[in-house]
């Protein structure tokens, strides 16, 4: 089985902090990177912005713009969605790897560890996706795994996919069953359903009702 930090990779060199900028803003012209390693005598100190390259004076070298590098990185030992977490939070399309001594290992493509995603069962794997809503002091991981598994249907993944100062939104992945099932169970509970299904007979219930009286008011 793949591990996420089969993904790790060293296909470009990181840079040097004593090579010139010059050379460094070539390197940028070539590559679709955000972000670039700089070691320091074999050091990660952090990664030279792409964004930033062009400002720099050419004449000089990397160490002389230690202040302009973006210090994040992931561990080797990380689980894909905290890499994933990484790549978020500095909005960038590589980071860096470090061991537990911080030795530079390599970096991660975003590309790659999207790719790693798309191999896991929550994506992979045949079933329903539902959306719900609920106040955020109210809702229990707990409870909408078991909302699921009671209507005899298997959880593959949920997570947290938006969330305010009041209100959390899960999405939930399950095997192929009765969605309309879950789904009114949820409702039973007070969680609000936000994606749509054509499974669901309550809404159907209500279009059809609506339908009907928009007839009966234009006659």
């Known amino acids: 089985m793949t591990e996420i930090k089969d993904y790790i990779t060293n296909d470009y060199k990181a840079i040097d902090s004593q090579s010139k900028i010059s050379d460094i803003q070539d390197f940028f012209m070539d590559v679709p990177f955000s972000h670039f390693p700089v070691l320091n005598e074999g050091v990660y100190i952090g990664s030279m912005v792409a964004d930033d390259i062009e400002t720099l004076d050419s004449d000089k070298k990397a160490a002389d713009y230690l202040y302009t590098l973006e210090t994040f990185f992931a561990r ?47 994506l992979r794997e045949p079933g329903g996706i539902i959306v719900v809503q609920k106040n955020i002091t109210d809702y229990s991981m707990s409870q909408i795994a078991q909302i699921v598994e009671s209507n005899n249907a298997k959880l593959l993944g949920m997570f947290v996919s938006e969330a305010t100062s009041e209100n959390i939104q899960i999405t939930i992945k399950t095997t192929i069953g009765s969605l309309n099932d879950i789904i009114q169970t949820f409702r039973r509970y007070n969680y609000e359903i936000i994606s749509e299904h054509h499974e669901d007979n309550y809404l159907n219930s209500l279009k059809e009702r609506s339908e009907y009286l928009d007839k009966y008011l234009n006659i």
Do not use: Q
């Not at 080797?76 to 939070?89: G, H, P, R, T, Y």
């Open 76 to 122: 080797d030992s990380m689980i894909w969605l905290d890499v994933l977490e990484v790549f978020a939070k500095n909005h960038t399309n590589i980071v860096p790897v470090l061991n537990e001594k911080n030795i530079y290992s390599g970096y991660y493509e975003l590309e790659d560890i999207v790719k790693f995603f798309h191999e896991t069962p929550f």
